[in-house]
């Protein structure tokens, strides 16, 4: 059934999201450290376990696919509801702070890459 | 009887932006086809098209919520929002695998690590030029420099001023925004195209907003790789910045 996709992907979410909670929470931010990385990775463990004992169904696949796909237009959802006015009325200092660090992170991402693919144990 | 329709559709908001939303896909789709010659994906067009949206709802109600401040379109606020943004993210995780995951680790924690330094670093220097001198103003801009939930948790932590703390949420949407679009554009120059590079780049971008909409517009199947390490980039830099930085900071200026 399509809403034990759902309910797999929702039970990942939630167990996910409170770790996440509860780490900050340890390390005394005020923020999510993480959630959504666990809850993915519970997923990932989850569906591939429950796929080898034989419990996965095409239907309960679809329940997760369809979220899947909604991806892109919830993303498309997201852009319009940001703050762009602010963004852009918000001086130059905001805007050079904005795009050169993101900028100067863009360039090094071969190089990073290419450390970390050479260190790898 | 418009104020009935207004209100009728203020109960179904929701309903109303998977449609509007649904309308934003399909013309995308055709200006993707038609101007573009498939040039330029759809996604990006479609996530642009959003932003200028949102400028415009933003000029036209001075509001902070884009285009959803305007009651016709409130619920695109529910559907973008984190909740179901998150869902969908996690979703994305199917397609991924998880032993390129377990292999590019390390890559993704170096440049997270490398990621928040750089931008910490960088903003802290433009602010600088820009006659910022003390410490706390520095602090708070560059915090922002990482993402617009890093520069208000820093600003709180150690005492800035509410204009400090709004020029680092606009520094971070700045970011965020300069990210996605500018993201598909320059994919093919950094080798943005597998999944190692997306991890590194999720790490090193940072910004949950920029990235996954920057990967959508991209590729869609690198987006579970890039998220899986940007959602640990606010938690490290709301870590690291208010404590370890903001030390160093005042070591350094004072």
Known sequence: MIIYGVALLAFSFIVGQLLGEVLGKCIGVNANVGGVGFAMLILMLLSDWLHRKGRWSITSNQGIQFWNQMYIPIIVAMAATQNVRVAVSSGLVAILVGIIPAVICFVSIPWIAKFAKHRLP | MSEQILGFLDKNALIMAFLIVGLIMYSSTLISRRL????????????ILGLIMAYLGGMYTQGEKGIADVRLFSGLAIMGGSMFRDFAIVATAL???????????????VSLCAGVTLSFVFGVWIAFLFGYKDVISLTTIGAGACTYIVGPVTGAAIGASSDLIALSIATGVVKAIIVAIGTPVAAKYIGLNNPHTAMVFGGMMGTNTGVMAGLAATDPSLVPYGAITATFYTGLGCLICPSVFYLLMQGLFS
């Open chain 2, 95 to 109: 397609g991924a695998s998880l032993l390129v995951i377990k292999k590019a680790g390390w890559a993704g924690a």
């Open chain 2, 36 to 47: 573009t010659k498939g040039k330029i994906p759809m996604p990006a067009i479609a996530i």
